[in-house]
Every structure is written in structure tokens, then in C-alpha cells.
């Protein structure tokens, strides 16, 4: 029997192509420049991590949050031994992350070409609006999308609106992610319904215990699984 037609809110980053694994070799080389000064690595990602949650909160996510999180965390840890070819060196890291292209997950093209032909396909993706709208463009999957919303944040007001936006009937509007923070939990509440696609290099800073919302829960091991349920 034929699936009723569903509107499915798809991610981006480390739903549909890699993204993660980009910044945590960044990361590794940047933590590696900063052996000299005598820290921990474990110490240094730590900082790390509490400076891009500030920094987020001030400007955002995207390629240059990051690289400004990577020069205050150097500053921070070298003081007055701070250098500048090393600051140099970290916007080096930071230019080369920009110009990765996307690398498509498997199986996505086929199950987007199929999911296409059944549902209506949105893709909600959070971020830099230029710099995301940058990596749909060069992914060459925007086809596959009745339309592409990009926002500052997923919250469960976020999904409302979209809700709203385009008028998605909940019981039959789904949320596709591999974040528990920002896909998964915050659709539940605002009462979507959701697949949680584990990624096995998702940000650590967007783990998150799946919890039950009011819609329904599917949990998959593949984006080509998506098949079996729509």
C-alpha cells in the first residue's frame, strides 16, 4: 500500500554529506600547533569547546565562528607568547576548510531521487546563510527540494515556524538528522515526527540524549534505510 504524501524536513551537515569530520582533522592540526606551549591535547579541546559555545551565542555557526574560536583559543592558552605565523597558520587551516567541497554521503542521491517522487522534501538546515546555501549549491542536490530554509537555530519555536511557514500537517511531517540537539529532540516537541540517523562524528557539542516527544520516533542506520519507511 502506498504511503500517504508526507512533508519531510531533511538536514544538511552529516545528514546528506560529511561535514564534521572536516573540522575535527582541523582541529587535531590546530591542537597539534599548539604543542609547543605545553598543554594536554584534552585541555586544549576543552577550551575549544567552551569558546565555540560562546562564540556561537555572539556570531553564529559557519567556517568563520570556528576560525574565531580556533585564534581565541590560541591567544588564550599562548598569552604574551602568542606568535603570528601561528596565527597565520590557523587561518591557513581555516581557508582550506572553506574550500572543501561537499562529499555526498552514500546511498543520498537515489533515496532523495526517490523520496522526491513520493513527498514533499524540504531541506532545514541550521548555519551561515551564505556558506550553507554555498554547500547546497555545490552539493547539487537542491533539486530534490520543494524548498530550502536556513536558520540561525533549531529550536522547537524554529520547527514551529516552519510548521506555520509551510503549512505542514504534523502527523504527517517528519524531521530527518543526525543531531539529537538540533534535529531530533526540538521536532519531537514542537510535535513532528522524526528519524534519527546516527552519525558516528557528529559535533560533540550537538550530542544529546534522544528523547520521546509528542510525535513519532524512527531510528535508522542509513540514509538509503529511509527507503523502507517511506
Known amino acids: 500500500m502506498t504511503m500517504p504524501r508526507q512533508t519531510i524536513l531533511v538536514d544538511a551537515d552529516d ?3 560529511e561535514n564534521n569530520i572536516f573540522f575535527e582533522q582541523t582541529i587535531d592540526g590546530f591542537i597539534s600547533a599548539l604543542e609547543p606551549l605545553g598543554y594536554p591535547r ?4 576543552r577550551i575549544l569547546n ?28 599562548a598569552g604574551n607568547m602568542a606568535r603570528r605565523d601561528t596565527l597565520d597558520q590557523i587561518a591557513e587551516m581555516v581557508r ?13 542521491p537515489e533515496t532523495l531521487a526517490y523520496l522526491a517522487g513520493r513527498h514533499r522534501l524540504i531541506l532545514f ?16 542536490l537542491q533539486s530534490f527540494f520543494e524548498a530550502i530554509e536556513i536558520v540561525s537555530e533549531k529550536t522547537s519555536a524554529a520547527y514551529s515556524r516552519a510548521v506555520d511557514q509551510f503549512r505542514i500537517v504534523k502527523a504527517a511531517g ?42 513519532k520516533l524512527v531510528i535508522v542506520q542509513s ?8
Request: hydrophobic share 30%; charged share 30%; no cysteine.
Open 174 to 215: 517528519w524531521m530527518i538528522g543526525n543531531s539529537p540537539r538540533s534535529d531530533i529532540n526540538p521536532a519531537l516537541d514542537a510535535g513532528l515526527n522524526a528519524v534519527f540517523i546516527p552519525h558516528p562524528d557528529t559535533w560533540e557539542l550537538e550530542h544529546s540524549e534522544v528523547h520521546s516527544g509528542i510525535g
Open 42 to 45: 584534552d585541555y586544549v579541546r
Open 223 to 230: 540514509f538509503r534505510d529511509l527507503r523502507q519507511h517511506f
Open 125 to 140: 538546515s541550521k548555519g551561515e546563510p551564505a556558506e550553507q546555501a554555498g554547500k547546497v549549491e555545490r552539493s547539487g
Open 50 to 77: 567552551e569558546t565555540e559555545r560562546r562564540n556561537i551565542r555572539q556570531h553564529g555557526y559557519g567556517v568563520r565562528s570556528f576560525g574565531r574560536s580556533l585564534e581565541d583559543t590560541y591567544l588564550k592558552l
Open 96 to 108: 582550506a576548510l572553506e574550500r572543501i567541497p561537499p562529499k555526498i554521503l552514500d546511498g543520498v
Open 15 to 17: 545528514t546528506l554529506w
